[in-house]
Every structure is written in C-alpha cells, then in structure tokens.
C-alpha cells in the first residue's frame, strides 16, 4: 500500500503532523504510524484549554499491537480536540489527514513553532530509512 503524506504538512520523527492555519495548529498522526499500529482501540487526549509544550507527551493512543506517547509538534493551548475520534479511535485510520485530526491547538509564535519538524519529502525519507532496517 502506498502511504500518504501531504506536501502542506509538516511531521515529526515520532510520526505526529502539524497543519498551520494562521495560528491554529492541527495535529494528528500520520498514515505510517497508523499503518504500524494497526487496529486503534484507544485514544487519550488533553482538554480544551490545557496548554501543550513541545517535546511533553499530551496523550496516548493504543492498538492491538502498542501503545504510544503523543507528542505535539508546536507549543501552545488546546482549543479543540476530535471527540468523535476518541468515542470511535478505529475511524483514524479512515482519514488520518482529514477527518482523523486529534487536537487544534492556539499557538503563541506560530513562525518559531515549526523549526523542529520535517517536510513531507524528509519525512518520507526518514521512513525509507527506518523500512531498510
């Protein structure tokens, strides 16, 4: 299956994506961590209003196989989490991109918030990489 990796996102090593729109984060995970995990059965996320630092796990999300750490690509406060993907984690997978977002997230400094994450082009390097192992 080839996977997905949108050109307007930005990703981290740990598989989580960012989609800035002024200074509204959307964060998800993206399809190859999906693909991984396998069959999501759980999803924990922070609530509307927690604030979110770079690089501090903000939730978990289990499968059959793992569960995971999530960890947010930019720092900032919670201003929307996706309540129908929690109730029903499986549908992630569905649309990791689209419907599949977890959290919407208020940052402070949206032009110093994305100096530590990837283009889709080094994503998918990194991830040819890691499937050469």
Not at 71 to 99: F, H
Request: charged share 30%.
């Amino acid at each position: 299956m080839e996977l997905e990796f949108p050109e307007d996102l930005r990703y981290l090593d740990s598989h989580e994506y960012v989609r800035l729109d002024g200074e509204i984060a959307t964060i998800g995970i993206s399809a190859y961590a999906i693909d991984q995990l396998g069959d999501i059965v759980f999803l924990e996320l922070p609530e509307v209003g927690d604030a979110l630092e770079r690089g501090t796990s903000f939730g978990s999300i289990e499968s059959v196989k793992a569960a995971e750490d999530l960890y947010p690509p930019v720092s900032g406060t919670v201003t929307d989490r996706n309540e129908a993907m929690i109730e029903t984690p499986e549908l992630i997978a569905d649309d990791p991109y689209g419907d599949g977002w977890l959290l919407k997230v208020r940052v402070e400094n949206p032009d110093d918030e994305l100096e530590d994450t990837m283009s889709a082009h080094d994503y998918r390097g990194l991830l040819e990489g890691e499937e050469a192992i």
